[in-house]
């Protein structure tokens, strides 16, 4: 190869470097917010980063996708959305086949106690921090990862999976097929659901007040505690359900599975003499609380630990 020839090969290199570095718009901007004001987020394709800080305004920093209208920043300091615009649509409502848009990475700095509403498709979504009355994520594809302390967290995914540590007085989290693994200090009520995704909860020296979860397929594994008079009640289809509470347990357990095996420490399994199903009704310590596991053909399966 020439010397010619190298120096227009590094040249085209340079060209094409160039054209990514540009193709993305970047983004710096500010707005102010109250400290307890409301933050709505919406984005297509890329990624939505949010963290926290002390100060009484919104920082959102980032790159445009190549192809993308433009940022829109609408509000005022009480409520505040960021929407990624695209050609030809209103917000996020219209999806053609024929787009061609890169995606765009937003970073967010967010007053501590804002409330959050996060809408995205198959952006990741990532929030720290948050320690809001509410915090709402709604995703299609994208994965979501959330260490926070909102009162109350609402989480909604399709085939993303779910990734959170949270310490909430309220929680609810459902997906289709995404696996949902939910951790923290979770003192109230909390509703896990999927159709075919995996659900693992554990609390964190908490006792939970209601808890309920339900999968078709999927597995259920919860590791929790009841508080005095709470109830638990988890239903499966074909899915395994694995449940562990404390040994001090003091509530009426009850079992049903139609073609399952179920298993409860002390627990007399009824089987009848002719067909499919079983059943268990067990009373443990002074039977403060109510704990209900069915499945169809899935296993059911409580211990004590």
């Given amino acids: 190869m020439t010397r010619a020839h190298i120096q227009r090969l590094a040249f085209g290199l340079a060209l094409l470097m160039a054209h990514g570095a540009f193709a993305a718009t970047l983004i ?41 209208e433009r940022l829109q920043i609408e509000g005022d300091r009480e409520h505040l959305s960021i929407r990624v615009k695209y050609p030809n649509r209103s917000g996020m409502g219209v999806f053609g086949g024929s787009d061609k848009s890169e995606p765009t990475d937003l970073r967010v700095m967010v007053p501590v106690r804002a409330d959050l509403d996060i809408d995205v498709v198959s952006a990741d979504v990532n929030v720290e921090g948050v320690a809001s009355n509410e915090l709402s994520i709604d995703t299609v594809s994208g994965e979501v990862t959330v260490a926070a302390a909102p009162r109350e967290a609402d989480f909604d995914s399709v085939s993303g999976d779910l990734t959170l ?3 909430s007085s309220r ?40 808890l309920s979860g339900s999968t078709v397929s999927g597995d259920i594994r919860i590791n929790t505690a009841l508080a005095n008079n709470g109830r638990i009640s988890l239903e499966t289809v074909s899915g ?21 095996d179920l298993s409860a420490p ?5 089987r009848p003499k002719h067909g499919p199903g079983s059943n268990f009704d067990h009373r443990y310590g002074n039977g403060d609380g109510d704990v209900t596991i069915e499945s169809f053909s899935g296993d059911a399966t409580l211990r004590l630990e």
């Fill in 240 to 260: 395994d359900l694995d449940l562990t509470l404390p040994k001090n347990l003091s509530a009426n357990v009850r079992g049903e599975s139609f073609s399952g």
């Fill in 28 to 68: 710096n901007e500010s707005r102010p917010l109250d400290p307890r004001g409301r933050v709505e987020i919406e984005n297509v394709k890329g990624s939505v980063d949010v963290r926290v800080w002390d100060k009484p305004e919104v920082k959102i920093e980032g790159s445009l996708g190549e192809g993308v």
């Fill in 165 to 167: 540590t949270v310490n």
């Fill in 266 to 270: 002390g627990a007399q399994i009824n």
């Fill in 171 to 210: 929680v609810s989290a459902e997906t289709v097929s995404g696996d949902l693994n939910l951790r923290g200090r979770l003192d109230g009520e909390v509703r896990v659901e999927t159709v075919s995704g995996r659900i693992d909860v554990s609390t964190l020296s908490t006792r939970v007040q209601k």
